[in-house]
C-alpha cells in the first residue's frame, strides 16, 4: 500500500473518531479511566491472536487497540493536553533518539547490542529518583513484570556473567522450597516459590525465550490432551471421574503422539 492510502487511511480514522465523540452517546461518555480496563482487555485479545498466528485476528485486534490509541489522543485533545500529533512526533522524537546506530555515529550490528544500546538510553533520559526499576509498570501481570525487571537490571550490568550460571540459581531455590516444605511453614514456601518463579523468568531471558508465551504454549497443549481424555471418556460412556489413572495416562500418552 502507498503511503498516501496509509496517510488517508489514518486521516478517515480520526475523522470517524471525531464523529463518534461528537455524536454518539456512548462514546461521548468515555473517560480515559472507563476505557483502561478495555484496553488491557484488548491488548490481551491481540495476544491470544498473536499466539494463534491468526492473521486475520491480528489485523482485527489491532483495529481495536488502535481505536483506543485514537480515541485517548481525542481525549487528550479535548483536555488541551496533547493530540495525535503530539503522539506520533513524540514517539518519532524517542525512537530516533534510541536509534543511533540509524540515525547517528554510534555502531550496533546485532539485535542483542540494538537492546543494550536502548535499555542505556532509555536509563540515561530516566528521572534519576525513580531510578532503574522506576520504569516498570506496577499494575503488568507478575510474570511480565518480572522479565522486565530482569531487562532492565541487565541494562544496568547487573545480571549473571554467563547464562549458565542461572542454574546453580535455580537448584538453589528448589532447595529452599524443600527446606521449607519439610518445616510445613506455608508463608516461606510462598516465598520461595516466587524465587523459583523469578529465576525462572530469567532463564527464560538469559535464553532468549518468551516466557508468557512459553507458558501460554503449555497452557493450550494441556488443554488439549485433557480435552482428549473427556471425549474418549465420553465415547465409552462413562465420566471423567470414572476413568482410572492408568486409563487417563494411556489416553494422554495417544494424544500426545497424535500432536
Known amino acids: 500500500m502507498s503511503m498516501n492510502k496509509k496517510l488517508e487511511a489514518t ?19 468515555q473517560t480515559f479511566e472507563t476505557l483502561r480496563n ?21 489485523k482485527e485486534e489491532l483495529g481495536d487497540l ?10 487528550g485533545d479535548e483536555a488541551g493536553a496533547f493530540d495525535y500529533a503530539d503522539v506520533a512526533n513524540a514517539l518519532c522524537d524517542k525512537l530516533i533518539y534510541r536509534h543511533p546506530h540509524i540515525y547517528g555515529d554510534l555502531h550496533a550490528n546485532t539485535p542483542e547490542e540494538v537492546k543494550a544500546n536502548w535499555e542505556a538510553l532509555k536509563l540515561k533520559k530516566k528521572q534519576r529518583k525513580s531510578g532503574t526499576l522506576g520504569g516498570v509498570p506496577t499494575s ?90 473427556e471425549e474418549a471418556a465420553e465415547a465409552r460412556g462413562k465420566s471423567l471421574r470414572e476413568l482410572t489413572l492408568d486409563e487417563m495416562e494411556t489416553i494422554w500418552q495417544q494424544a500426545k503422539k497424535s500432536e
Open 11 to 29: 486521516a478517515r480514522l480520526l475523522e470517524v473518531m471525531d464523529t463518534l465523540r461528537r455524536e454518539c452517546p456512548w462514546d461521548r461518555k
Open 38 to 58: 478495555n484496553t488491557i482487555e484488548e491488548t490481551f485479545e491481540l495476544a491470544d491472536a498473536i499466539t494463534d498466528q491468526n492473521m486475520e485476528g491480528i
Open 66 to 75: 488502535l481505536l483506543h490509541v485514537v480515541f485517548y489522543a481525542k481525549l
Open 140 to 229: 503488568l501481570p507478575a510474570m511480565v513484570k518480572a522479565y522486565r525487571m530482569g531487562e532492565k537490571a541487565a541494562g544496568a550490568g547487573f545480571d549473571w556473567e554467563q547464562k549458565e550460571d542461572i542454574w546453580a540459581k535455580v537448584r538453589e531455590e528448589i532447595q529452599e522450597i524443600e527446606v521449607e516444605m519439610q518445616a510445613k511453614n506455608h508463608e516461606a514456601m510462598e516465598a520461595e516459590f516466587g524465587d523459583l518463579f523469578f529465576a525462572m523468568i530469567n532463564a527464560c531471558r538469559l535464553y532468549g525465550i518468551d516466557p508468557e508465551s512459553a507458558l501460554e504454549r503449555t497452557n493450550k497443549k494441556f488443554m488439549r490432551r485433557f480435552s482428549a481424555i
